[in-house]
Protein backbone atom coordinates (compact mmCIF):
# COMPACT_ATOMS: atom_id res chain seq x y z
CA UNK A 1 0.00 0.00 0.00
CA UNK A 2 1.13 3.45 -0.48
CA UNK A 3 0.90 6.11 1.77
CA UNK A 4 2.69 6.50 4.81
CA UNK A 5 5.37 4.71 5.41
CA UNK A 6 5.07 1.69 7.84
CA UNK A 7 6.25 2.57 11.47
CA UNK A 8 5.38 1.80 14.60
CA UNK A 9 2.56 3.11 16.48
CA UNK A 10 3.04 6.64 17.51
CA UNK A 11 1.94 8.73 20.21
CA UNK A 12 0.63 12.08 20.31
CA UNK A 13 3.57 14.41 20.63
CA UNK A 14 3.07 15.98 17.10
CA UNK A 15 6.65 17.41 16.96
CA UNK A 16 8.29 14.29 16.65
CA UNK A 17 6.52 12.96 13.50
CA UNK A 18 5.24 16.54 11.74
CA UNK A 19 7.95 17.92 8.95
CA UNK A 20 5.19 20.62 7.46
CA UNK A 21 3.85 22.38 10.38
CA UNK A 22 0.48 22.10 10.08
CA UNK A 23 -0.51 18.12 11.33
CA UNK A 24 -2.43 18.14 15.02
CA UNK A 25 -2.82 14.90 16.65
CA UNK A 26 -5.22 12.34 15.58
CA UNK A 27 -7.22 9.82 17.45
CA UNK A 28 -6.01 6.44 15.40
CA UNK A 29 -2.21 6.38 14.30
CA UNK A 30 -3.02 5.61 10.77
CA UNK A 31 -3.42 9.43 9.89
CA UNK A 32 -0.69 10.08 12.62
CA UNK A 33 1.91 11.01 10.10
CA UNK A 34 3.10 14.15 8.29
CA UNK A 35 2.25 14.55 4.15
CA UNK A 36 6.11 14.90 3.85
CA UNK A 37 5.88 11.14 4.67
CA UNK A 38 3.99 10.67 1.77
CA UNK A 39 6.10 10.43 -1.59
CA UNK A 40 3.50 11.61 -4.52
CA UNK A 41 2.02 14.42 -1.68
CA UNK A 42 6.09 15.95 -0.84
CA UNK A 43 6.83 15.62 -4.34
CA UNK A 44 3.62 17.56 -5.51
CA UNK A 45 4.25 20.01 -2.30
CA UNK A 46 7.54 20.42 -3.51
CA UNK A 47 7.30 20.95 -6.83
CA UNK A 48 5.57 24.15 -5.64
CA UNK A 49 8.26 25.21 -3.53
CA UNK A 50 5.25 24.93 -0.78
CA UNK A 51 5.98 23.15 2.51
CA UNK A 52 3.01 21.38 2.61
CA UNK A 53 0.22 20.01 0.41
CA UNK A 54 -2.55 21.87 2.39
CA UNK A 55 -0.17 25.55 0.75
CA UNK A 56 0.06 23.56 -2.58
CA UNK A 57 -1.84 26.21 -4.96
CA UNK A 58 -4.35 23.39 -6.02
CA UNK A 59 -5.45 22.54 -2.89
CA UNK A 60 -8.04 24.74 -2.08
CA UNK A 61 -9.52 24.90 -5.89
CA UNK A 62 -9.46 20.78 -5.92
CA UNK A 63 -10.25 19.75 -2.68
CA UNK A 64 -12.02 22.23 -0.29
CA UNK A 65 -14.20 25.00 -2.90
CA UNK A 66 -18.01 23.90 -2.34
CA UNK A 67 -18.40 24.33 -6.10
CA UNK A 68 -16.45 21.71 -7.20
CA UNK A 69 -17.49 19.41 -3.87
CA UNK A 70 -20.91 20.25 -5.75
CA UNK A 71 -19.87 18.63 -9.09
CA UNK A 72 -18.05 15.90 -7.16
CA UNK A 73 -21.21 14.94 -5.98
CA UNK A 74 -23.21 14.79 -8.81
CA UNK A 75 -21.10 13.05 -10.31
CA UNK A 76 -21.03 10.01 -7.45
CA UNK A 77 -24.64 10.33 -7.56
CA UNK A 78 -24.83 9.29 -11.42
CA UNK A 79 -22.57 6.70 -10.88
CA UNK A 80 -23.29 5.31 -7.19
CA UNK A 81 -26.67 6.91 -6.09
CA UNK A 82 -26.72 9.06 -3.08
CA UNK A 83 -24.29 9.64 -0.06
CA UNK A 84 -26.30 8.66 3.02
CA UNK A 85 -24.56 10.90 5.42
CA UNK A 86 -24.90 13.82 7.24
CA UNK A 87 -23.74 16.87 5.22
CA UNK A 88 -20.71 17.97 6.91
CA UNK A 89 -19.57 14.24 6.98
CA UNK A 90 -20.30 14.08 3.28
CA UNK A 91 -18.36 17.06 1.95
CA UNK A 92 -15.26 15.98 4.29
CA UNK A 93 -15.93 12.86 2.32
CA UNK A 94 -15.96 14.21 -1.17
CA UNK A 95 -12.93 16.53 0.05
CA UNK A 96 -11.06 13.49 0.50
CA UNK A 97 -12.49 11.85 -2.78
CA UNK A 98 -11.08 14.62 -4.57
CA UNK A 99 -7.50 14.72 -3.11
CA UNK A 100 -7.20 11.42 -3.54
CA UNK A 101 -8.26 11.49 -7.08
CA UNK A 102 -6.13 14.62 -7.85
CA UNK A 103 -2.94 12.90 -6.11
CA UNK A 104 -2.95 9.35 -7.32
CA UNK A 105 -5.84 8.89 -9.56
CA UNK A 106 -8.74 6.37 -9.17
CA UNK A 107 -8.21 3.82 -6.62
CA UNK A 108 -11.04 1.26 -7.20
CA UNK A 109 -13.22 0.22 -4.77
CA UNK A 110 -12.26 -0.57 -1.07
CA UNK A 111 -8.66 0.60 -1.91
CA UNK A 112 -8.06 3.37 0.64
CA UNK A 113 -5.46 5.80 1.60
CA UNK A 114 -4.79 6.80 5.73
CA UNK A 115 -4.55 10.23 4.63
CA UNK A 116 -2.11 12.36 6.43
CA UNK A 117 -3.00 14.48 9.13
CA UNK A 118 -2.17 18.00 7.89
CA UNK A 119 -4.98 17.43 4.98
CA UNK A 120 -7.27 16.22 7.91
CA UNK A 121 -6.59 19.24 10.48
CA UNK A 122 -7.46 21.71 6.91
CA UNK A 123 -10.52 19.97 5.87
CA UNK A 124 -11.98 19.63 9.46
CA UNK A 125 -11.45 23.13 10.43
CA UNK A 126 -13.50 23.65 6.56
CA UNK A 127 -16.08 21.56 7.33
CA UNK A 128 -16.28 20.92 11.03
CA UNK A 129 -18.54 17.76 12.33
CA UNK A 130 -21.58 19.17 14.17
CA UNK A 131 -20.87 16.38 17.00
CA UNK A 132 -17.18 17.24 17.40
CA UNK A 133 -16.56 13.69 16.61
CA UNK A 134 -14.67 12.14 13.52
CA UNK A 135 -14.70 8.85 12.01
CA UNK A 136 -10.49 8.61 10.83
CA UNK A 137 -9.20 5.63 8.87
CA UNK A 138 -10.36 2.42 8.01
CA UNK A 139 -8.87 -0.35 6.75
CA UNK A 140 -10.89 -1.52 3.63
Known sequence: ?????????????????????????????????????????KTLANGSSVGCITLHPGFEP??????????????YKHLYGQIDMPLD?????????????????????????ALPSCILKVVRDRFPSDTGEYKGHEHS
Open 1 to 41: QQGAQQEPERDGDVRTWCQCGICVDQDKSANRHCCQEVQAL
Open 89 to 113: RRWRHLCYRNLVMWVWGRLGKRNRK
Open 62 to 75: VVLNRYVLELTYNQ
